[in-house]
Structures are given as structure tokens and as C-alpha cells.
């Protein structure tokens, strides 16, 4: 083995994936910076637009984001909910606030009528909150149940969508931990990295998205949401052989201070990335720069290793050297990350003044923990066949080949307790 070159090689690797790690958070700080869409009063942000909002279990948060999404400024909306079912324990939570709302706008609640086996439950909720569309709107919105999203949320997405280049626009999450568990601060860690990702690479995500109504059908998106795993990460090669772009909205970032378990979180980032798996263009690229990592790392080790066992000094502290700018080099980005969001999103932050670097040991070992945990997703993802996403297993044998194997609804039982529904066999929407 040539010695010299393998340390060239570590090191020349390190230095590559510290610089493309910096490039690509400069490039989040200028698109954070330079906003996105027209200016506010824009005609089109009062287009009539329409929320989908699908539901399986409660939230934590639940309330807080039903009663934002009923009391948006838009001048013409109406919002959709669909409940997993009348047994889900979501159904009563919305009812309840519904009851005691004044909503702005329109708002119907329905439970999912046909649970398909050819697609996602998510996917046959969002076709489900698209039926019977009025001709005249122009603006189709998603929401999830963890964005509690601000009274500009729907007026600032249909503003975005003014621009004829534009076909989704789309926030993101940001995980600001709320105690000191390592899942929690590890979640937080790994997600700075894949929101400056997504940014870049243009994957939009679903728990804030919009896109012009008239995608649906010149995308084909109907026909590919019946066959999907997830109704997000596809849009991008959609609306691209169209010309169109994924358009990000810093101003809507939403920050989640939820907790998680290391147990919970490894199965949530390999499904994440299982999403980009099968259908973004970019996941070859993400999942060879995730899986570099380690391969630099171990490879820097063995270098380091052996130069040790010739004595040659002046080689280990080269690479103990680059290894060392390295380590410190991730959290640094981690905080430049976090001063970025901040600036976009001062007023979800007001109350909360603590920044990540204040409880430093946890953030450091997040840091370190998330390349573990990022590793594991990476292989996890790349070789999945099955995946499960709220109590529900899917086989995924293909972009367009989704099974639904285990749909485990639960119905009210005596005592308190739930029981599985079997799965029913129903046509694709």
C-alpha cells in the first residue's frame, strides 16, 4: 500500500467535503437572504386557494395548528381535513376546535372513505382533499399537523406561486430540541444538515407546500399520488419536465420543539431518505456524500495508523490535524445554520433566546451521533423493501409499486383500549 498516497487522498477527501459543506450553507444564506416571490399584496396571493390538511393519530400540537389554519388572512380559501377515520383519535380533537372556532374561510371535515393498496394512506387522503375542486382556484396548499403555521402562511405561499418559473412553493423544519435526550438533540443536529439539503438540491417538503392548481392534471400529479409512497419528494422531477422549479420560502420555516428517542428517530430519517430514494434525481449524489463520511474518517484512522507504525510523526499530526478541523468544523456549520434561520424567522425564536452552542456538550454529541445515526439511515433506506409510516407497513419494491401490507386502524374497544381493523381491499383512487 502507498502510505503517502492514501494520506494525500484523506486529506485532500477532507478538505473536499468541509468545502462542499461550506458552499452549500453559503448558498442556504443567500436564498434564506434573498427571500422569495413578489412583493407582499401580490394579486395572485389572494387567488382562491385550498388547504389539505390529513390526519392519522393526535398530535402534539394539533389544536394550535387547527385553529391557525382556520384563521388565515388569505381573503378566499376553504380547508379540508381528512381523518384517517371516526376512530382516529384526531377526529374528536378536530371536531372539538371546529366547534369552538370562527373560521375565516370554509372548512369541511371528512373521514377517508377508500383506503387503497396501491399507494400511501397519505397520498389517498391528499386525492381525497382534492375532489371537487372549483374550477376558479387556483392555489392547492398542503399542511401537516406539526406546523402551527402564521396568518400569513396561505397569503405568502400563493404570492411565491405569482412567478411563472415557480410550480411549488415550500417551507421546511426546523427542530428546536426542548430537553436534553440525545434522540432530541441528535434529530436537531442531523436535520440542520438535510434542510440546508433539500434547500439546495430543490426537495420540497410537504408540511408546508403549494403549487398551482393546473399541475395537477398537465404534471400527471392525480395518476402519480395513486401510486406514490409520499406526495412531496416526487414534485420536483414532475413539475421539472415542465420547466418548472421548487421556489423556498425561509419566512416559512416552522419550528417543532417536539421530542424523540434515538429507538424512533433512525426509522424516521431512513424513511426521509427513502423518499428522496425513490423518486429525486439527486439521491445518488446525497447518499454517496453521506456515505463518504464514514469511508474519510476510517480511511483517515488507517492512514494515521500506519504512519504511527513508521514512525513518521509529521504524517499523524497531518491527519489528526485535518481530522481535528473537521470535527470542529460540523458543529460550526451546525451553528452557522442555526444563525441563519434565525434571521429568517426571528419571531418563532422571540421567546426563546437559548441557542444551541448555550447547552454545548449536547450539541456536540448530536453532532457526533447524528454521522452515526445519518450512516445507518443511509444503508437502511438504500436497502429497504418495506418501510412503516404511522402504524401503517408498506412493501416498496418500486417508485410505482407500493403495497399496503399492515393497516392497523384502530377502532375504540371496552376499556379504553384499541383493536386493529383488517385491511380493506378497496380500489385505487
Not at 394550535?64 to 374528536?92: K, M, N
Not at 423544519?173 to 439539503?197: H, I
Not at 456536540?364 to 445519518?374: D, E, I, T
Request: hydrophobic share 50%; aromatic share 6%.
Amino acid at each position: 500500500m502507498n502510505v503517502t498516497l492514501l494520506e494525500a487522498a484523506c486529506l485532500a477527501a477532507l478538505l473536499a467535503i468541509i468545502v462542499v459543506q461550506v458552499v452549500m450553507v453559503a448558498r442556504f444564506a443567500r436564498l434564506c437572504g434573498a427571500g422569495s416571490g413578489p412583493p407582499e399584496g401580490h394579486a395572485f396571493g389572494a387567488a382562491p386557494a385550498r388547504i389539505v390538511l390529513c390526519l392519522r393519530g393526535s398530535d402534539p400540537f394539533l389544536g394550535a395548528t387547527l385553529r391557525a389554519a382556520i384563521d388565515q388572512d388569505h381573503p378566499d380559501y376553504e380547508l379540508r381535513v381528512v381523518v384517517d377515520s371516526t376512530a382516529d383519535p384526531a377526529w374528536e380533537e378536530v371536531q372539538e376546535v371546529i366547534a369552538t372556532a370562527r373560521p375565516r374561510g370554509r372548512v369541511t371535515v371528512e373521514p377517508l372513505e377508500s383506503r387503497p393498496v396501491t399507494s400511501s394512506l397519505k397520498c389517498a387522503s391528499v386525492l381525497q382533499g382534492l375532489r371537487g375542486l372549483d374550477p376558479a382556484t387556483r392555489v392547492v396548499a398542503l399542511l401537516d399537523a406539526d406546523v402551527v403555521p402564521p396568518r400569513h402562511w396561505l397569503r405568502t405561499l400563493a404570492e411565491t406561486l405569482a412567478d411563472d418559473g415557480c410550480g411549488v412553493a415550500t417551507g421546511n423544519r426546523w427542530y428546536q430540541p426542548p430537553d436534553d435526550g440525545w434522540g432530541t438533540w441528535t434529530r436537531a443536529a442531523w436535520n440542520g444538515g438535510a434542510l440546508v439539503q433539500m434547500v439546495c438540491f430543490g426537495i420540497p417538503w410537504g408540511g408546508t407546500l403549494a403549487l398551482r392548481s393546473e399541475l395537477l392534471e398537465t404534471a400527471g400529479l392525480r395518476r402519480k399520488w395513486a401510486e406514490a409512497f409520499c406526495e412531496d419528494t416526487l414534485l420536483t422531477a414532475a413539475i421539472g419536465e415542465l420547466g418548472k422549479r421548487v421556489v423556498f420560502v425561509p419566512s416559512l420555516i416552522a419550528v417543532n420543539r417536539e421530542s424523540v428517542t434515538i429507538a424512533a428517530l433512525v426509522p424516521w430519517i431512513a424513511r426521509q431518505l427513502l423518499t428522496a430514494r425513490l423518486y429525486h434525481p439527486a439521491w445518488m449524489p446525497i447518499a454517496a456524500f453521506g456515505l463518504s463520511v464514514p469511508v474519510v474518517l476510517a480511511a483517515t484512522g488507517l492512514a494515521a495508523l500506519l504512519a504511527w507504525g513508521r514512525n513518521d510523526w509529521t504524517s499523524v499530526g497531518r491527519l489528526v490535524a485535518m481530522a481535528a478541523a473537521f470535527a470542529v468544523a460540523l458543529p460550526a456549520l451546525l451553528v452557522w445554520i442555526e444563525s441563519i434561520v434565525r434571521r429568517a424567522i426571528p419571531a418563532q425564536f422571540a421567546a426563546d433566546g437559548r441557542r444551541l452552542p448555550c447547552r454545548l456538550p449536547l450539541m456536540l454529541a448530536g453532532v457526533a451521533l447524528a454521522q452515526m445515526v445519518y450512516v445507518v439511515a443511509l444503508v437502511q433506506a438504500s436497502l429497504a423493501r418495506s418501510s412503516r409510516w404511522r402504524g401503517v407497513t408498506y412493501s416498496v419494491l418500486g417508485p410505482w409499486r407500493i403495497r399496503v401490507v399492515d393497516d392497523a386502524t384502530p377502532e375504540p374497544a371496552a376499556g379504553g383500549s384499541s383493536r386493529p381493523r383488517p385491511l380493506q381491499a378497496l380500489q385505487s383512487l
